[in-house]
């Protein structure tokens, strides 16, 4: 079974930065695509970034140059380090995994992220 566990959200001021972690277990975050969503009230969830297996990544055009995503296979983690951060950043952020096999999608529960001004 997967499951992801999203940790690091909280409360920060405007240009600050925060990394976000997700663990995985049940499944190798090397060997699926991994993303980063964000939802706010009323919203959609929106893709933020991704890295796919062979560690090409994509990011959305409103955190580009700010955001980086990476993953650590010994710790089977996959990290979001956020820079700059700025109000309109404020949203829940989960964590997805693709597999690569089954092409099944499993979300992690999401952590808060608020950015004051």
């Known amino acids: 079974q997967v499951q992801l566990v999203e940790s690091g959200g909280g409360l920060v001021q405007a240009g600050g930065s925060l990394r976000l972690s997700c663990a995985a277990s049940?499944?190798?975050?090397?060997?699926?695509?991994m993303s980063w969503y964000r939802q706010t009230p009323g919203n959609q969830r929106e893709l933020v970034a991704g890295i796919t297996r062979t560690s090409r990544t994509n990011y959305a055009e409103s955190v580009k140059g700010r955001f980086t995503i990476s993953r650590d296979n010994a710790k089977n983690t996959v990290y979001l380090q956020m820079n700059g951060l700025k109000p309109e950043d404020t949203a829940v952020y989960y964590c997805y995994l693709r597999s690569a096999t089954s092409y099944a999608g499993y979300w992690g529960q999401g952590t808060q992220v608020t950015v004051s001004s």
């Open positions: 049940g499944a190798d975050v090397s060997g699926n695509a």
